[in-house]
C-alpha cells in the first residue's frame, strides 16, 4: 500500500517541478520581449532626442548649439587649431563659413593627410592643395604661423621655391618644419626677408638645413630642434646659437652633433636663455657642454646617461629636472658607473641654485651606487626647497640611501622638502596632453570626416 | 606681488547678474579688460567696483579659477609643466559644451588670451574627426545652401578634397 502511495506521489511530483519549470520558462520568455520592450522605449527616447534637438535647437544634455553667440574671431581661434586642409573643408558647412577659412592666419600642412593607397605620402595632392591655399586664400591677412609637415626630397625644391616666395611676402612670426628634412636647406632668403620670426621649430633635418651649421634669425626667441644632425666643421668651440641673441626658449631633442673631426666643446650660448630642454642628445667623441646662459631659469636634462658639462654658475636657475633613463645596473662596467657619477656631481655644482629639483629613480640610484663620489661631500644645493622624486611604475625598491638624501639636501637653508611620485600614471596623462596640443608631432586628424 | 607686511590688494569686480567677486590683484590682472580700466583710471579707488556687463557669475567663478592656478604655476617657474598640463586636463574634462561656450564668450570679452587659446583648441580637439552633420549641429550652423549651391562648393573646393581613400 505504502509503496503504490509513493508510486502515485511521485508522478504528481514530477508533475508539479514540470508545471513550475514551465512556469519559471514562461515567465523567461515574457521577460525578454519586456528586454525587447525596453530597448525599443531606449530608441525611440533617442529619436525623440534627435527630433526634440532638431526642432528646439538643442544639443545634446539640453546644450545650446555654440556658434549662435561666437564672432567670426573665436571661429578663426578655434579653426588655427585645425589642420588647414579641414579648416578648408569647413566652406562647406554654410554660407557663414564658405569664405571664413581664407581670413585665417594660422596655416598647418600635413602630407599625411593626402596620403592614400595609391600615392603615399601624398606628395602630388598635397603640393597641389597648399598652392591652392595660397591663391585662393585673402592675401591681405597676415600669415602669423606656418607650419609645413612634409617628407622632402631633392625633387621638390622647386615647389618649396615656391613656399619661399610666398611666405616672404608675410610677417611670419612661428616657422614649423615637420616630417623628413634630411635634403634641405633653409634658403637663405626666408632668413633675411622675415626677421619677423620669433619662434622656430625644425624636425628631422640634416646637416645642410642650416647654413654653416648656425641660426641666424635674430629675432628668434625660441627654437626647437628635433631629430637633426648638426654639422661640426671648425676644430674651436661649436657654439651654435650665439647667432641667435634674444633666444628665451631652446629645446634640443635627440640632435646629433657629429662632422668630420672631434671636437672638445659644444656651448650652448644665450644671453637671453630663460629655459633650456636637452633631451637625448647624441655626441660624438668626448665631448664638453657648457652652458653659457646667465638668465637660466629651468633647466631639463633627459639623457640615458649623464653628460659632461663644464662647470659654470647659473645664478638664475629656479627649477632642474634631471631625468635619466638607463638603470645603473645595465651599465656595462664599474668604471662607467664611476665616470657618470662623477658626471652627474659635477653637472649639480652647476645647478646649485635650484629651488626645485626634479630627479628620475635612475638619477638617485646612480648616486647610490657612487657611495664614495657622494659620501662626506658637501650638498651643492644651498637654496633647494623642493626635491622631487620620479619612481617608474614597476619599480619596487625605491629606497634613497641616507647618504644620498644627506648630498641632495643637508646644505638647503629653507629644510627642502622630500616629493616621491609615482610617475607612470601622470606619464600617461603628460602623453593624453601631449596630443592633444598643436606642439605636438603627432600628425593631424582628420576636422571634418567628409 | 604684493611686500610683507602689505595688505593684498583686492579687485571687486560685478557680473551682469549682479554678483560681486572679490579677486586677488594678480588674478584679475590677467584679465586684459580689468588690467587696462585701471591702466586708464590709474587714481581709481581701492574699492572701485569694475562692471562686467557681459559676464555671469557662473563662467567667471570658473575663469577665476582657472586664473589663480595659472598665476601660481608661474610664479613657481615652469616646474609645473606637468602639473599645468594635468591641471588644464583635469579642469576641462567635467565641462559640458554648455559650459565651455560660456566660458569661451567670457574669456573672449575679458580677453585673457592663455585660456582662450587652451579654450578654443579643446572646442577644435572635440570636433576632429567629426561628420558635417555633426559640426552643424554643435555649432547650431543652419546649413543655408540648397544642395545645388552645396555642390558646386565642394567642386569649387575639390582640391581640399582630394588625395584621400574613398571609403
Given at each position: 500500500?505504502?509503496?503504490?502511495?509513493?508510486?502515485?506521489?511521485?508522478?504528481?511530483?514530477?508533475?508539479?517541478?514540470?508545471?513550475?519549470?514551465?512556469?519559471?520558462?514562461?515567465?523567461?520568455?515574457?521577460?525578454?520581449?519586456?528586454?525587447?520592450?525596453?530597448?525599443?522605449?531606449?530608441?525611440?527616447?533617442?529619436?525623440?532626442?534627435?527630433?526634440?534637438?532638431?526642432?528646439?535647437?538643442?544639443?545634446?544634455?539640453?546644450?545650446?548649439?555654440?556658434?549662435?553667440?561666437?564672432?567670426?574671431?573665436?571661429?578663426?581661434?578655434?579653426?588655427?587649431?585645425v589642420d588647414t586642409k579641414y579648416a578648408v573643408q569647413t566652406c562647406v558647412?554654410?554660407?557663414?563659413?564658405?569664405?571664413?577659412?581664407?581670413?585665417?592666419?594660422?596655416?598647418t600642412f600635413d602630407n599625411m593627410n593626402f596620403s592614400n593607397r595609391m600615392n603615399i605620402g601624398g606628395g602630388y595632392y598635397f603640393r597641389k592643395f597648399v598652392l591652392h591655399v595660397?591663391?585662393?586664400?585673402?592675401?591681405?591677412?597676415?600669415?602669423?604661423?606656418?607650419s609645413l609637415a612634409y617628407d622632402y626630397s631633392r625633387k621638390d625644391?622647386?615647389f618649396m621655391?615656391?613656399?619661399?616666395?610666398?611666405?616672404?611676402?608675410?610677417?611670419?612670426?612661428?616657422?614649423?618644419f615637420r616630417g623628413h628634412w634630411v635634403d634641405?636647406?633653409?634658403?637663405?632668403?626666408?632668413?633675411?626677408?622675415?626677421?619677423?620670426?620669433?619662434?622656430?621649430?625644425?624636425n628631422g633635418?640634416?646637416?645642410?638645413?642650416?647654413?654653416?651649421?648656425?641660426?641666424?634669425?635674430?629675432?628668434?626667441?625660441?627654437?626647437?630642434?628635433?631629430?637633426?644632425?648638426?654639422?661640426?666643421?671648425?676644430?674651436?668651440?661649436?657654439?651654435?646659437?650665439?647667432?641667435?641673441?634674444?633666444?628665451?626658449?631652446?629645446?634640443?631633442?635627440?640632435?646629433?652633433?657629429?662632422?668630420?673631426?672631434?671636437?672638445?666643446?659644444?656651448?650652448?650660448?644665450?644671453?637671453?636663455?630663460?629655459?633650456?630642454?636637452?633631451?637625448?642628445?647624441?655626441?660624438?667623441?668626448?665631448?664638453?657642454?657648457?652652458?653659457?646662459?646667465?638668465?637660466?631659469?629651468?633647466?631639463?636634462?633627459?639623457?640615458?646617461?649623464?653628460?659632461?658639462?663644464?662647470?659654470?654658475?647659473?645664478?638664475?636657475?629656479?627649477?632642474?629636472?634631471?631625468?635619466?633613463?638607463?638603470?645603473?645596473?645595465?651599465?656595462?662596467?664599474?668604471?662607467?658607473?664611476?665616470?657618470?657619477?662623477?658626471?652627474?656631481?659635477?653637472?649639480?655644482?652647476?645647478?646649485?641654485?635650484?629651488?626645485?629639483?626634479?630627479?628620475?629613480?635612475?638619477?638617485?640610484?646612480?648616486?647610490?651606487?657612487?657611495?664614495?663620489?657622494?659620501?662626506?661631500?658637501?650638498?651643492?644645493?644651498?637654496?633647494?626647497?623642493?626635491?622631487?622624486?620620479?619612481?617608474?611604475?614597476?619599480?619596487?625598491?625605491?629606497?634613497?640611501?641616507?647618504?644620498?638624501?644627506?648630498?641632495?639636501?643637508?646644505?638647503?637653508?629653507?629644510?627642502?622638502?622630500?616629493?616621491?611620485?609615482?610617475?607612470?600614471?601622470?606619464?600617461?596623462?603628460?602623453?593624453?596632453?601631449?596630443t592633444?596640443?598643436?606642439?605636438c608631432n603627432s600628425r593631424a586628424r582628420p576636422f571634418l570626416a567628409l | 606681488?604684493?611686500?610683507?607686511?602689505?595688505?593684498?590688494?583686492?579687485?571687486?569686480?560685478?557680473?551682469?547678474?549682479?554678483?560681486?567677486?572679490?579677486?586677488?590683484?594678480?588674478?584679475?590682472?590677467?584679465?586684459?579688460?580689468?588690467?587696462?580700466?585701471?591702466?586708464?583710471?590709474?587714481?581709481?579707488?581701492?574699492?572701485?567696483?569694475?562692471?562686467?556687463?557681459?559676464?555671469?557669475?557662473?563662467?567667471?567663478?570658473?575663469?577665476?579659477?582657472?586664473?589663480?592656478?595659472?598665476?601660481?604655476?608661474?610664479?613657481?617657474?615652469?616646474?609645473?609643466?606637468?602639473?599645468?598640463?594635468?591641471?588644464?586636463?583635469?579642469?576641462?574634462?567635467?565641462?559640458?559644451?554648455?559650459?565651455?561656450?560660456?566660458?569661451?564668450?567670457?574669456?573672449?570679452?575679458?580677453?585673457?588670451?592663455?585660456?582662450?587659446?587652451?579654450?578654443?583648441?579643446?572646442?577644435?580637439?572635440?570636433?576632429k574627426n567629426k561628420s558635417v552633420?555633426y559640426?552643424?549641429?554643435?555649432?547650431?550652423?543652419?546649413?543655408?545652401?540648397?544642395?545645388?549651391?552645396?555642390e558646386?562648393?565642394r567642386k569649387e573646393y575639390e582640391w581640399a578634397f582630394e588625395g584621400v581613400d574613398e571609403d
Open positions: 500500500m505504502k509503496f503504490s502511495f509513493l508510486m502515485k506521489k511521485i508522478p504528481l511530483f514530477l508533475l508539479i517541478s514540470l508545471l513550475s519549470y514551465l512556469y519559471l520558462l514562461s515567465q523567461y520568455k515574457t521577460n525578454m520581449p519586456k528586454r525587447g520592450k525596453k530597448v525599443k522605449e531606449f530608441e525611440d527616447y533617442q529619436l525623440y532626442n534627435t527630433r526634440m534637438s532638431k526642432r528646439n535647437k538643442m544639443w545634446k544634455d539640453d546644450q545650446q548649439p555654440m556658434l549662435s553667440n561666437f564672432s567670426d574671431d573665436i571661429l578663426r581661434h578655434i579653426l588655427s587649431f558647412l554654410s554660407k557663414r563659413f564658405k569664405n571664413l577659412w581664407k581670413t585665417l592666419s594660422h596655416l595660397f591663391s585662393h586664400r585673402d592675401q591681405s591677412i597676415n600669415i602669423d604661423t606656418f625644391e622647386s621655391n615656391e613656399v619661399t616666395n610666398y611666405l616672404v611676402l608675410y610677417n611670419i612670426e612661428e616657422l614649423i634641405f636647406c633653409l634658403p637663405v632668403e626666408l632668413i633675411i626677408k622675415c626677421p619677423s620670426i620669433k619662434s622656430l621649430e625644425m633635418f640634416g646637416s645642410e638645413m642650416l647654413p654653416g651649421g648656425f641660426c641666424f634669425f635674430m629675432g628668434l626667441k625660441k627654437l626647437h630642434l628635433s631629430g637633426g644632425l648638426f654639422p661640426y666643421i671648425s676644430q674651436n668651440h661649436f657654439d651654435p646659437f650665439s647667432s641667435c641673441p634674444n633666444l628665451k626658449s631652446l629645446y634640443l631633442g635627440k640632435c646629433f652633433l657629429g662632422g668630420s673631426s672631434e671636437f672638445s666643446v659644444f656651448r650652448i650660448s644665450g644671453p637671453q636663455l630663460v629655459d633650456l630642454g636637452i633631451f637625448n642628445l647624441y655626441l660624438v667623441g668626448h665631448c664638453r657642454i657648457e652652458v653659457c646662459t646667465p638668465m637660466l631659469t629651468s633647466f631639463t636634462l633627459m639623457h640615458s646617461l649623464p653628460l659632461s658639462f663644464t662647470v659654470v654658475d647659473l645664478p638664475a636657475l629656479r627649477n632642474a629636472n634631471v631625468q635619466f633613463s638607463s638603470p645603473p645596473s645595465l651599465y656595462h662596467s664599474n668604471k662607467i658607473r664611476k665616470a657618470a657619477a662623477y658626471d652627474l656631481t659635477n653637472m649639480f655644482r652647476i645647478l646649485c641654485h635650484a629651488q626645485t629639483l626634479t630627479l628620475s629613480y635612475y638619477t638617485i640610484e646612480i648616486l647610490s651606487n657612487a657611495p664614495n663620489k657622494v659620501k662626506h661631500k658637501p650638498s651643492p644645493f644651498t637654496e633647494l626647497k623642493k626635491l622631487k622624486v620620479k619612481v617608474q611604475h614597476g619599480e619596487n625598491s625605491t629606497k634613497i640611501p641616507a647618504y644620498v638624501l644627506k648630498y641632495l639636501l643637508s646644505a638647503s637653508a629653507y629644510g627642502a622638502s622630500l616629493e616621491v611620485e609615482q610617475s607612470w600614471l601622470l606619464e600617461r596623462g603628460h602623453r593624453l596632453a601631449a592633444a596640443s598643436r606642439g | 606681488m604684493s611686500k610683507l607686511g602689505q595688505a593684498k590688494r583686492i579687485i571687486f569686480l560685478k557680473t551682469a547678474d549682479g554678483q560681486l567677486f572679490e579677486v586677488d590683484e594678480p588674478v584679475a590682472m590677467e584679465f586684459e579688460i580689468v588690467k587696462s580700466f585701471f591702466d586708464e583710471n590709474e587714481d581709481a579707488a581701492d574699492d572701485t567696483v569694475v562692471p562686467l556687463p557681459n559676464v555671469s557669475a557662473e563662467p567667471l567663478a570658473g575663469i577665476i579659477e582657472f586664473c589663480k592656478a595659472h598665476v601660481e604655476f608661474r610664479a613657481n617657474g615652469a616646474a609645473g609643466k606637468d602639473e599645468v598640463k594635468k591641471f588644464n586636463a583635469e579642469y576641462i574634462k567635467e565641462k559640458s559644451n554648455e559650459q565651455l561656450k560660456e566660458l569661451i564668450l567670457a574669456a573672449n570679452y575679458l580677453n585673457i588670451k592663455e585660456m582662450l587659446d587652451f579654450l578654443t583648441e579643446t572646442i577644435a580637439n572635440r570636433l552633420e559640426v552643424r549641429a554643435f555649432f547650431g550652423i543652419e546649413n543655408d545652401f540648397t544642395p545645388q549651391e552645396e558646386a562648393v
